[in-house]
């Protein structure tokens, strides 16, 4: 258990049978790290009466679900930077999905190196740090190299009708041409009948329970605790699931979007160019210079499709939480659920990320610390991505992290330990366009600044939201609440100036 790891270094340490330091990492827990992208909490779990996701569900029920927890910005990359440095995008300059870690923070010490200083075996397979876009991750994470698998995967040969390389294909392979926009676009969906393995989730499934069942006899010959960062790419585009996931959904039933316009007195910069971003870049949605909306049913097409995806993704996970209890290394293994930014489905005529909405924002964490959380428990504590860093490191019993990066989360152990405990009253996340958009999420309000960075001060457009009143944020009331926008600007005020690489 994670409590007697104190004990056992004692112990050990007494009777002289091992040293100091090997025998601390004899005595560390395991860390499993499972990243999912694009998830957002359309689970049951959370409450969502259409998620087919049991599997999910059930690895909440083993320890503390969080409701309030967001990402730090919505997308990939960025997001990813944020859990792996526990520092923000406007710490550290990394707001891009081509951002280059080491370019901008070259001496900066993730999460896995961290823990790799302190005897663990760091190893990644998956969508971890984001590949793609000019960027390519950071090898010297982990002790292992990093096995990568594809984001964009089609099985069926429609969905490529041209048998080219498509445009996302080219992006998120590093290809470039004079112009990504000119190559062909790929399906925005596919349903084949094929066995799980036929896309990248059910390999990495397959391949993260070949690597417990080593890791496990690597810890039983010399005792080296593993730290496993297991990364999946769907519910991310193309929906690409076989086609049973598709079945266990009643199409018909699922929720369409509530709110279809932006919010009222709302500045543009919180919108989205085009309305929907990347998702022009696939098939049968309208191309980037189309004015064509997406209608109802294709809405509802890619609705389905996200959930089927959700719950593929789902089924790949249990495989390797399965393994996990099969090889008796749960009790030993603390377990770290994250969704790297929510989506949008629709909701204000958008889809996928890049806002600084609720549905963009909000993302799904579940912890399960042997020892320390108690099962079924969950708690609003607001929680932000950069909080899981500290949190594993006082988990695991290591000193509290100190960068050089700037550590700007806060270790949330207290609220493991009791739901109802505080460690902080509001998140922050930021997105950039225009400029920068920074702000404060509490227990009622959101609040978003838009400023310029080479702006006057205050010389900006705010956005502030009633999340109470009004949880889908149809209506702008910062010129209504001007005592509540003046609050959260003290707040906002309090964090130092964003880093200028926009």
């Known amino acids: ?139 010297d994470s982990f002790s292992v190299p990093h096995h990568h698998e594809k984001v964009i995967e089609y099985v069926d040969p429609e969905s490529t009708p041209s048998g080219e390389l498509t445009r996302e294909e080219a992006f998120f392979t590093n290809h470039r041409v004079a112009d990504n926009n000119s190559l062909p676009r790929g399906a925005a969906f596919e349903s084949p009948d094929v066995e799980d393995n036929a896309y990248a989730d059910g390999r990495i499934a397959e391949l993260a329970a070949a690597r417990l069942r080593h890791a496990k006899q690597r810890r039983q010959a010399d005792g080296t605790p593993f730290f496993m960062v297991v990364g999946f790419a769907r519910p991310h585009l193309p929906f690409s699931a076989p086609k049973k996931y598709w079945d266990m959904h009643d199409r018909e039933s699922l929720p369409m979007p509530v709110v279809k316009t932006s919010p009222l007195d709302s500045p543009i910069e919180a919108g989205k160019p085009n309305g929907q971003g990347e998702i022009r870049n696939y098939f049968p949605v309208p191309d980037k210079n189309s004015p064509a909306a997406i209608d109802d049913q294709l809405t509802r097409t890619l609705i389905h499709g996200y959930y089927a995806s959700t719950s593929y993704v789902d089924a790949q996970i ?24 929510g989506f949008h489905l629709g909701d204000h005529g958008f889809w996928t990320k890049h806002t600084n909405y609720e549905q963009a924002a909000r993302i799904p964490i579940f912890i399960v610390a042997p020892g320390v959380t108690q099962p079924n428990s969950q708690t609003a504590q607001l929680t932000e991505t950069v909080d899981i860093y500290p949190t594993l490191a006082e988990l695991a019993g290591l000193p509290n992290p100190t960068g050089p990066q700037s550590i700007d989360g806060v270790s949330i152990v207290p609220v493991l330990k009791d739901g109802n405990a505080r460690v902080r009253d509001h998140a922050y996340h930021v997105f950039p366009r225009f400029g920068l958009g920074r702000a404060i999420r509490t227990s009622r309000y959101r609040l978003v600044e838009w400023s310029k960075p080479a702006a006057p001060e205050r010389d900006a457009t705010y956005e502030l939201f009633d999340m109470k009143t009004d949880p889908n944020e149809t209506r702008n009331v910062a010129n209504e609440q001007p005592s509540v926008l003046r609050s959260l600007l003290q707040i906002l005020d309090e964090y130092p100036s964003p880093h200028a690489n926009l």
């Not at 049978?17 to 998830?39: F, K, T």
């Not at 969508?127 to 390519?136: A, E, L, R, S």
């Not at 290394?329 to 770290?336: E, F």
Request: aromatic content about 6%; some cysteine.
């Open 318 to 341: 249990g495989k390797v939480v399965a393994e996990l209890d099969r090889l008796e290394l749960s009790d030993d293994t603390i377990i770290v659920l994250w969704g790297d930014h």
């Open 1 to 139: 258990m994670i409590r007697s790891a104190a004990l056992l270094i004692v112990v050990c340490v007494l009777i002289g049978g091992v040293g100091p330091a090997h025998a601390e990492a004899e005595s560390r827990p395991n860390v499993l790290m499972i990243l999912v992208d694009d998830l957002k909490p359309t689970l049951g779990c959370y409450g969502d009466v259409h998620a087919k996701s049991p599997h999910l569900d059930a690895l909440a029920a083993r320890g503390m679900r969080f409701d309030a927890a967001y990402c730090n910005q919505a997308v990939c990359a960025p997001s990813r930077f944020t859990l792996m440095l526990g520092a923000h995008s406007t710490s550290t300059g990394l707001y891009g999905l081509g951002s280059h870690l080491r370019k901008l923070v070259p001496d900066a010490v993730t999460l896995p190196q961290y823990f790799q200083r302190h005897g663990y075996r760091t190893e990644s397979m998956g969508k971890v740090f984001h590949i793609g876009h000019g960027n390519h991750g950071d090898p």
